[in-house]
Structures are given as C-alpha cells and as structure tokens.
T-cell receptor, first 115, second 111 residues
Framework: DTGVSQNPRHKITKRGQNVTFRCDPISEHNRLYWYRQTLGQGPEFLTYFQNEAQLEKSRLLSDRFSAERPKGSFSTLEIQRTEQGDSAMYLC?????????????FGNGTRLTVT | QKEVEQDPGPLSVPEGAIVSLNCTYSNSAFQYFMWYRQYSRKGPELLMYTYSSGNKEDGRFTAQVDKSSKYISLFIRDSQPSDSATYLCAIRSYNTDKLIFGTGTRLQVFP
C-alpha cells in the first residue's frame, strides 16, 4: 500500500503526558498537511508543509503543539502536556504540488484519547 | 457564523434513491469546492472537485455549485448500500491550500 501512513493508529495517554505522532506521505509528495477531527465534526486545519518548510499554522495550534518535517519526508506532530480537549482524530494528508487539481490524499489517522 | 454549514443528518434512504447533499458557505472569496467521502474509522477520500458555477458529473455523482447563492450540492444517483458513509464538503480560497470542511452528512443507504 503506497498511501499515506500514520502511526500509531490509536494512542491512549494520561493528561499531562507528551505524545508524538508520525506521518509518512506518499512518496514524492511535496506538500504535507495535518488536520484534527473531533466526533461529529469535519476535519480542522492545523498546519502544512512544503517540503521541510512549515508554511501556515492555524490558531488551533497552540504552543503545546509542534510539527516538524525534517528533510521534507515524514512528519511528526507532538503534543506536550496533553489535555482532555486534545482527544481527537489527527489526520495527515499529502499532495503532489500546490493547486486544486492536486488533491489531498488522507491517511486513516491517529486516534488520541486523553484520560 | 461558520464559514461552511452542512446538515449533519443522518440521512437514511432506500437503495436506488437519488440523494441530495448540500452545503452553504459565507465568503465569496472561496473559489474551489470539493466533496469528500469518509467511511467509518478511515480518512476522507476525494470524490469530486470543481471551481466554477454549474454542474460537474462523474458516474453516479454530480457536483453542483451556485456561487451567487453560495450553495453547493452533491447528487448521488442510484444510491447503493456501499455509498453509506459521511460526506464532507470542503472549500478553499484561491490564495491558500487550507481546506475548510463542513461538519459532514452521515448517509445510510438500506437495501
């Protein structure tokens, strides 16, 4: 399967702990996106990268959140001092290039539960 | 006011029915319109995209955009049980790659 891969699929953590998620985009896709989806809602944009450069960050991305994409390949999303409100599905997507005709391909997400 | 409004449903229809899914948006700067399908515990997958007013057809699916009313629709003809999923509309403006999603409409097609 050469789609977007996200690990882990599920993560349960206690409030106050740090967690890190990984996303492996489709090979040679330059753009990588992180979204968050809560139950009954559509995905909400968090941030995106063009190669290794982080081009845009949402106001949703508080200073407890940090995303990286070293070498423009895989990406990690870290949440420090997790809160119960961080419980959600974290979705990663990649696209070949800029433009509406270059669709976003989503992974199946990492489901985070903060207890 | 949310930038994109979508009725969450659920919508339950018999197999073979024509399904109409709708979204409204608030900002005329939005120029690109997409429909995604999301099965349970999966990521969204792109069904169709369009950037002009009018209709775009792809098999059993038709996307319709009315920019004057800020209204977008997805029609599914001859609906099948395998169409049971959540359908998300998504929009973006010309100067960003950020997609803004609706809440999604949950559709169930029963045999």
């Amino acid at each position: 399967d050469t789609g977007v891969s996200q690990n882990p699929r599920h993560k349960i953590t206690k409030r106050g702990q740090n967690v890190t998620f990984r996303c492996d985009p489709i090979s040679e896709h330059n753009r990588l996106y992180w979204y968050r989806q809560t139950l009954g809602q559509g995905p909400e944009f968090l941030t995106y990268f063009q190669n290794e450069a982080q081009l845009e960050k949402s106001r949703l991305l508080s200073d407890r959140f940090s995303a990286e994409r070293p070498k423009g390949s895989f990406s990690t999303l870290e949440i420090q001092r997790t809160e119960q409100g961080d419980s959600a599905m974290y979705l990663c997507a990649s696209s070949e290039r800029q433009g509406v005709d270059s669709p976003l391909h989503f992974g199946n997400g990492t489901r985070l539960t903060v207890t | 006011q949310k930038e994109v409004e979508q009725d969450p449903g659920p919508l339950s229809v018999p197999e073979g029915a024509i399904v109409s899914l709708n979204c409204t948006y608030s900002n005329s700067a939005f120029q690109y319109f997409m429909w995604y399908r999301q099965y349970s515990r999966k990521g969204p997958e792109l069904l169709m995209y369009t950037y002009s007013s009018g209709n775009k057809e792809d098999g059993r699916f038709t996307a319709q955009v009315d920019k004057s009313s800020k209204y977008i629709s997805l029609f599914i003809r001859d609906s099948q049980p395998s169409d049971s999923a959540t359908y998300l509309c998504a929009i973006r403006s010309y100067n960003t790659d950020k997609l803004i999603f609706g809440t999604g409409t949950r559709l169930q097609v029963f045999p």
